[in-house]
């Protein structure tokens, strides 16, 4: 299941990073869930072993 989650941060920050995605073809969804992936999987759990496959918002 998929859920959604907000949070704040600088705007010139978002536009950035936006931009950032642009460029490299991706969304800014993905690199979030690559980068949450990456930083639980540097912590060995069962937890942590599922491999997420992108959703509806995913290139």
């Known amino acids: 299941m998929e859920t959604l989650m907000n949070f704040r ?3 010139d920050l978002k536009q950035q990073f936006q931009n950032l995605c642009n460029e ?3 969304t800014m969804t993905t ?3 690559r980068f949450i992936l990456d930083y639980v999987g540097n912590t060995p759990s069962k937890s942590n ?3 997420w496959g992108g959703g ?3 290139r």
């Open 56 to 58: 509806r918002n995913a």
């Open 31 to 33: 690199e979030i869930v």
């Open 9 to 11: 941060l600088p705007g």
């Open 24 to 26: 490299r073809k991706s």
């Open 49 to 51: 072993q599922r491999v």
